[in-house]
């Protein structure tokens, strides 16, 4: 059986070392839950916050083939939870994922004149309670804040800043968790309006009201153009790592 852990303490041996700030936020109880098989003495669980499983501990089939509904990516910290997921998802497809390091010193005045470099008819926002219902109207930016649950609850807890064009928005950066010590980031840009450096100005005016607010905002790179977006305000690669996409029900049984 599976149980959702609430005293997540229990589990803080099994995730120690694995610098993933999806992680710090399920372990901390600010969003995203842990899932285990055995809530006394957890030898394995999983920390699940967003559309992301983290899986640690003891290699566990009955946690693994129960994933949470809908599309999730899977992330073994060994590759024995890497063998038995793609047993227990034979379809699942393995992608590799760029974690970015965690003690990055910004230069400030280096993200101002990104600032500057905004063109003319966009405008640079701070996601607010109207900006927050345009942002769940589009896939594109619904990731911006859904991840939250409530409206509330992002006001509250996330930050972000979007680009809008013609009362639009076309480019943002935001909190796609958060956890006590800062943010990790989402960005994406519209299609139509990409090659347009949005996303560097976009994410370098979220960093900058992180840093305003003593917040860290966290990184984690989906592809290699993510790498090099992360490089251009001041990021550097740490360690690649694999990932299972994992869509809908699928399982073997």
């Known amino acids: 059986m599976i149980y959702e852990l609430k005293e997540t303490s229990k589990v803080l041996p099994l995730f120690e070392g694995w610098p993933e700030t999806l992680i710090y936020s399920c372990l901390q109880n600010i969003m995203g839950k842990v899932f ?3 809530p006394v003495n957890p030898r394995s669980a999983m920390a699940f916050a967003g559309c992301f499983g983290f899986y640690a501990g003891d290699p566990d089939r009955e946690l693994v083939i129960h994933k949470p509904a809908g599309f999730v990516i899977m992330v073994p910290r060994t590759e024995e939870w890497a063998s038995m997921i793609e047993e227990c998802f034979p379809s699942a497809k393995r992608v590799k994922r760029y974690a970015i390091r965690k ?17 003319e008819g966009y405008e640079l926002r701070e996601i607010d309670s109207a900006l927050y219902d345009l942002c769940l109207k589009n896939p594109v930016t619904s990731d911006f804040v859904s991840s939250f649950g409530s409206k509330e609850k992002y006001l509250d807890l996330g930050r972000g800043m979007v680009i809008t064009k013609d009362g639009r928005i076309v480019s943002g950066a935001s909190s796609y968790t958060r956890y006590r010590e800062g943010i990790e980031i989402e960005v994406d840009t519209v ?49 690649e790592y694999a990932a299972y996409e994992v869509a809908g029900e699928e399982r073997t049984h």
């Open 36 to 38: 285990v098989t055995d």
């Open 103 to 119: 003690d990055t010193r910004f230069d400030p005045a280096a993200l101002h004149k990104e600032l500057d470099k905004l063109p």
């Open 191 to 239: 299609e139509s309006e990409r090659r347009k450096h949005l996303a560097t100005i976009v994410c370098a005016a979220l960093i900058l009201r992180c840093l305003k607010e003593g917040l860290y905002p966290s990184w984690d790179a989906q592809n290699m153009n993510s790498v090099r977006l992360a490089e251009k305000l001041g990021y550097e690669l740490d360690y």
